[in-house]
């Protein structure tokens, strides 16, 4: 029996369901399948009762579930401990976040970070919210930042600003020579460059094109926030960015629309999870975020 064996098992386990704890844990279904079956085998009881394809913990994974978790924090209290007693100035502390709030938020607060802290090592992800999720819930990184369509009940979150995302456009589009807002049937019209599959972002401009009984009119999809700005620098459509990203960048070749009774926000939230050992640098760390967003400490 290993960690990553206990983490699969935890996950499947909350997620009831291998297809979704596979995608999850970004392994494949066969994969996670073998390792859950070695687990069971090991333990010599199976952990789950298999119905027409859906899996639901029986009595003995029930209290398996309680006893992994117990061994996952401890694990995680000892790696931390000993950190600390090798050198309790400097700490490290683990976080991820999504590509676009690399572009000028998190340098921002890394900043802050370093400034108050510099003998703290930061390990950083640049991953998406399901990339987080899943280091999070398997103890792997500390902190997450990020926007989420599903909650978890092990996590907790706490929202640290909303961001609006806001059309642009080429200099060289007609939008761009505008002084009022354009219709959002006349942005339908137009190609639109959408995020990757998955994404919060693509799931956030889903649900608001939905409320408004549209269609997007996708060119490209699939893409990266970096990849999205050179798309709309050489004309090739049209995209909506977060509000942040925009402001903080060198708008040469690039205008930001107005649409008419179209407002779409993200919320960006502060992720960790409710229980569970927190070294004193990553106790501290939360403190900096909260005290740099004015927000009180929990």
Do not use: C
Not at 59 to 73: N, P, S, V, Y
């Amino acid at each position: 029996m290993d960690m990553s064996q206990l983490k699969n098992f935890i996950i499947t386990a909350e997620q009831g369901s291998m297809t979704k704890a596979a995608d999850l844990l970004m392994l494949s279904q066969p994969a996670l399948s073998r390792s859950i079956t070695s687990l069971e085998t090991e333990l010599g009881v199976p952990l789950f009762d298999r119905r027409n394809r859906k899996i639901v913990l029986n009595r003995f994974g029930k209290t398996f579930l309680t006893e992994a978790k117990h061994i996952l924090q401890r694990w995680d209290h000892t790696r931390t401990s000993i950190s600390n007693m090798v050198d309790p100035e400097s700490g490290s502390v683990s976080i991820a976040f999504v590509h676009s709030l690399g572009i000028a938020y998190v340098p921002k607060l890394l900043k802050n970070v370093k400034e108050q802290e510099p003998k703290f090592s930061l390990s950083l992800q640049e991953v998406n919210a399901n990339a987080i999720i899943k280091s999070l819930l398997t103890n792997d990184i500390d902190f997450g930042f990020a926007t989420q369509f599903q909650t978890f009940a092990e996590l907790e979150y706490q929202q640290l600003f909303k961001d609006n995302l806001v059309l642009v456009v080429s200099i060289d589009h007609a939008f761009a020579k505008r002084d009022e807002a354009i219709t959002i049937d006349e942005l339908i019209e137009e190609p639109l460059i959408q995020y990757s599959p998955g994404t919060e972002l693509k799931k956030l401009l889903d649900a608001a094109f939905a409320d408004k009984n549209k269609a997007m009119n996708i060119a490209y999809e699939g893409l990266e926030i970096n990849s999205i700005i050179g798309m709309v620098k050489a004309n090739l459509g049209v995209a909506f960015m977060a509000e942040s990203i925009v402001d903080s960048l060198s708008m040469t070749g690039l205008k930001k629309v107005a649409v008419e009774n179209f407002k779409v926000e993200r919320p960006i939230y502060f992720i960790h999870k409710k229980q569970g050992f927190l070294s004193n640098a990553a106790t501290h760390f939360k403190q900096i975020v909260l005290d740099f967003h004015h927000l009180p400490h929990r």
